[in-house]
Structure formats: structure tokens, C-alpha cells
């Protein structure tokens, strides 16, 4: 008997002093798990919606109006509860609840990104090889190039005509539109490619996309199948060559969101990072009834897979003039405004991959089905580029999760010294405003097809919710 008590006792013990990772599945209430899954098929049809900037911005300010928000106006005066939205130019919007306290005491942010890695047109993309069409592209983000070949995609974007007229295009998403595709070389013909490191078994340049083989039927003229496809595309948008030179046009996977795994436990899109917590972050917002405590804001941007640069990124001053905007709308300084914000940089971290264990160390890794994640510090080598959280902050906000019941767990972006990566954090936290990342952990990150855990992605949801309640 005294040995079995021993071991109740060590059991208790490791029960109070221990580190508990807390699995979703076990720990959330069957109720909850319905809603969880229930919420991400609301999810999947954003994703499905929304598989480009311009697309998401342009779904976000739909749900919003719906939800009653209308646009921004600095010369305005809003009273606690006023439900607002600014777009910035069509590819990132900022969302905003009014709160009762004064501005004066900062604002809660939530900030996502709605870019994703994709193979962007070039500005002159269009040539004909050997009887065979194609569309030069640049990548935008951090992909693995091999990845994006034999993959059908659909391209989206818009397309700016000499006069200046505007043409949306999407093309490839219709169960009748045709996709296009990056080919490969056949495994039997593959020895000299088996040689290339990996990084390079495809190359930029060698990201053409295939978009046609039928020529124009005139013998006497060359180039008769890139006239073939431009007469095509002046029949179907209005468009002649140079106006590639004024468009945004972004190859994208050309399948919709799956439920994966027999359990449909897990949901399979692109553009996962970072539309899993944007979507997360604006049903958060949209939710809100009634006029919170403090001004709730949602910032959803563009640019953050490729450093955050450009005026639709969150290294421009879009979202500070914004929040001195609001505070002058009261008589407050915009930095007293920042310098009392709180946020959370909503985005993913990479999620243990049990077949590729390796650059993860276990302790500090995420894992998907665990909750949502708190992330101190991204970065690469000793912390550099990274907004590394204070210790302060990190408590009040694991406070405020535990509080309300949400399963969260820590992670850190893979093992030292084996890369890293950075978030919008570092750019929020240089307005002198207290922020963390919180997010999702994703398998396959920045792959065509990346696969979350719905739990996670409900936990996401109401950390963001118990968030705005604060
Ligand atoms: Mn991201
Ligand atoms: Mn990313």
C-alpha cells in the first residue's frame, strides 16, 4: 500500500508542477467540437472565396457590410459601438468597433495577413515555344519550387486596359473553365534533373506556365499560337499584349478547400498562412455585440510573405494613420493611442511534422490538434528580425486565454540555427504597441495544399474573441 500512495503522490505532483500539452480532442467538450467544425465550413467557403488578396479584401468588406460596418470616415465622430472598416486600396482593409473607454487607452489589434505565396505574372509574360504556349512568372513568397509543377491552376487578378479600364479575371475555378499548369520532366528522361540540389530540381525560370497549342490557322504567320491565345484573351477581356504591363495576375492552386483525414478532423486549402487567422480574426471582430470596453480593431494586410514592404504592407503607415485618424477624432495624441495598444499578430507556425521531425525541437515545437499557438519569438539564427514578446505580456495574455477556456499551447519556429521566418509582429511592435504572435499551426506551410486542425482553428477564433472582450 505505502508504494501505491507513492505513486499518487508523484502522480499529483507531476498533475500541479508539470507542463500540461493539452490535445483538442480530449480536452474540448463534444459540443465544442461540433461548433469547431461547423465554423470551418464557413472557413473553407472564405478560402474557396478568397485565394487572393484583392479576393479576401474584397470578401472581408462584403461579410463586414453585412455585419453592418460602413467605411471610415476621420471627419466623422463615432460613439461606443460604431462598427467601421477602411479599404486600402482593394488589397487590405482594417476593421474597427468603437469601444466605450477612450482611445486614449489604446486599442486591441488583431492583425493577419491575406497574401499568399503564388506564382505572380510577369510584366510581359506572354511567348510561344516549339508550338506551345506559355506565361513567364515570378514567384511571390517562400515556395518550394518544386512543388508548384504539374498542380492545375486558375489565374485571378485584375488587368488594366491603355484607357485605363479595369478587367477581373479568374479563370480556372469553374468546374467548366480549363486550368492551367507548370510542367514536368518524365522520371525516364530525369537523370541530369536528379542531380540538381533540391532547391533548384526547378527553377525560376522554369515556373512557365502552359496555356495553349493551337495556332491560328494561318500558315504564313509565326507566332501563330501565341496569336491564337491573344486573340482569345482580346475576345474574352477586351485586352491586347502591353496591358499585361499594367496587371496583377496570380497563378493559384485551382482546387477548393477538402476536409482531410477520415475523421475530416483537418481542413486541406492553399493560402492557409495566413487566411486561417485572418477569417479567425475577422469573424472575431464581426461577432462583436454591442460596443466592447476597448476599440476593437482587425487588421487584415497584404505584402507579409514578402517582407511586408509596399503601402499595402504593415512596414507602411496605413494602419498608424489609422489609429492616429481615430484618436484625433477624440482630441488624442496618435502615439498615445499606440503606445497603449495591445495586439496579437495573428499568423501560423509550423506544426511538428512527425515524417520530417528533424528541424523541429520538441519541447518548443507547435503541434497541430494541441490549440492555438502562442509564438514569443520567430526570427532566424539568435532572434534576429523578430519581435521577441515580453515576458509581462506573454502573462497577461496567457492569463486571459486560460480565463476563457482556450486551449492554447507555445511554439517556437523549429530548431536554432536550422532557418526561421518572421511574422507582421516586429513591424507592430515598432509603434512602440505590445504584441505577440497567436495563431494556428499549419502542416505543409506554403505548400499548394496545407493542411490545419479544425480544433486549432476554433481555438484561434475564440482567442481572438476573448481578446476583444478585454
Ligand atoms: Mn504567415
Ligand atoms: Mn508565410
Same mark, same amino acid.
Given at each position: 500500500m505505502p508504494k501505491k500512495d507513492k505513486k499518487t503522490e508523484a502522480s499529483e505532483l507531476k498533475e500541479k508542477l508539470f507542463m500540461k500539452r493539452q490535445n483538442t480532442g480530449l480536452a474540448m467538450s463534444e459540443q465544442d467540437i461540433a461548433k469547431a467544425d461547423k465554423f470551418c465550413e464557413g472557413y473553407k467557403a472564405f478560402l474557396d472565396t478568397g485565394k487572393t488578396e484583392r479576393e479576401a479584401c474584397a470578401e472581408a468588406v462584403r461579410l463586414a457590410e453585412a455585419a453592418g460596418f460602413v467605411p471610415f470616415d476621420k471627419n466623422a465622430n463615432y460613439k461606443a459601438g460604431d462598427r467601421v472598416y477602411l479599404n486600402n486600396r482593394g488589397k487590405a482593409i482594417?476593421?474597427?468597433?468603437?469601444?466605450?473607454?477612450?482611445?486614449?487607452?489604446?486599442?486591441?489589434?488583431v492583425a493577419a495577413h491575406i497574401d499568399s505565396p503564388r506564382l505572380d505574372l510577369k510584366q510581359n509574360p506572354l511567348y510561344e515555344n516549339e508550338g506551345l504556349?506559355?506565361?513567364?512568372?515570378?514567384?511571390?513568397?517562400?515556395?518550394?519550387?518544386?512543388?508548384? #509543377?504539374?498542380? #492545375?491552376? *486558375?489565374?485571378?487578378?485584375?488587368?488594366?486596359?491603355?484607357? @485605363?479600364?479595369?478587367?477581373?479575371?479568374?479563370?480556372? $475555378?469553374?468546374?467548366?473553365?480549363?486550368?492551367?499548369?507548370?510542367?514536368?520532366?518524365?522520371?525516364?528522361? *530525369?537523370?541530369?534533373?536528379?542531380?540538381?540540389?533540391? *532547391?533548384?530540381?526547378?527553377? @525560376?525560370?522554369?515556373?512557365?506556365?502552359?496555356? @495553349?497549342?493551337?495556332?491560328?490557322?494561318?500558315?504564313?504567320?509565326?507566332?501563330?499560337?501565341?496569336? @491564337?491565345?491573344?486573340?482569345?484573351?482580346? $475576345?474574352?477581356?477586351?485586352?491586347? $499584349?502591353?496591358?499585361?504591363?499594367?496587371?496583377e495576375l496570380e497563378c493559384v492552386p485551382a482546387f477548393k478547400a477538402k476536409d482531410v483525414g477520415f475523421d475530416r478532423s483537418m481542413v486541406g486549402a492553399y493560402g492557409q498562412d495566413d487566411r486561417v487567422c485572418a477569417y479567425t480574426a475577422l469573424e472575431a471582430i464581426l461577432a462583436i455585440k454591442g460596443a466592447p470596453n476597448l476599440t476593437a480593431v482587425t487588421c487584415l494586410t497584404d505584402k507579409e510573405e514578402i517582407g511586408s514592404e509596399g503601402n499595402t504592407g504593415l512596414r507602411s503607415a496605413y494602419l498608424k494613420y489609422f489609429l492616429y485618424d481615430l484618436g484625433a477624432m477624440y482630441g488624442v495624441d496618435g502615439r498615445t493611442v499606440l503606445s497603449n495598444s495591445k495586439c496579437l499578430s495573428a499568423d501560423v507556425n509550423a506544426a511538428f511534422d512527425p515524417t520530417f521531425s528533424e528541424p523541429f525541437e520538441k519541447l518548443n515545437a507547435s503541434f497541430a490538434g494541441r490549440g492555438v499557438v502562442i509564438t514569443k519569438y520567430t526570427g532566424a539564427r539568435g532572434k534576429s528580425g523578430t519581435n521577441d514578446s515580453s515576458a509581462e505580456y506573454v502573462s497577461e495574455i496567457r492569463q486571459m486565454l486560460d480565463k476563457d477556456g482556450v486551449i492554447w499551447q507555445t511554439g517556437e519556429l523549429g530548431k536554432v540555427d536550422f532557418g526561421g521566418g518572421g511574422t507582421v509582429a516586429m513591424y507592430i511592435a515598432n509603434l512602440d504597441i505590445n504584441t505577440i504572435d497567436v495563431g494556428v499551426p499549419v502542416l505543409s506551410m506554403h505548400a499548394p495544399f496545407e493542411v490545419t486542425a479544425k480544433n486549432d482553428v476554433y481555438m484561434a477564433y475564440k482567442a481572438f474573441r476573448t481578446f476583444f472582450k478585454n
Open positions: 482594417i476593421l474597427a468597433v468603437i469601444g466605450k473607454k477612450s482611445v486614449e487607452n489604446g486599442v486591441n489589434l504556349a506559355y506565361f513567364k512568372t515570378h514567384y511571390y513568397g517562400g515556395i518550394k519550387k518544386y512543388q508548384w #509543377p504539374v498542380t #492545375p491552376l *486558375a489565374l485571378h487578378g485584375v488587368i488594366y486596359k491603355a484607357d @485605363g479600364s479595369r478587367v477581373d479575371v479568374k479563370l480556372g $475555378e469553374d468546374e467548366n473553365d480549363p486550368v492551367l499548369v507548370v510542367t514536368d520532366i518524365l522520371p525516364h528522361l *530525369a537523370d541530369e534533373q536528379y542531380k540538381r540540389p533540391v *532547391a533548384k530540381v526547378i527553377t @525560376g525560370e522554369e515556373l512557365n506556365i502552359l496555356i @495553349g497549342s493551337r495556332p491560328f490557322r494561318d500558315d504564313k504567320a509565326s507566332e501563330a499560337v501565341k496569336l @491564337g491565345i491573344m486573340c482569345i484573351l482580346n $475576345e474574352k477581356y477586351g485586352i491586347t $499584349e502591353s496591358d499585361f504591363i499594367s496587371a
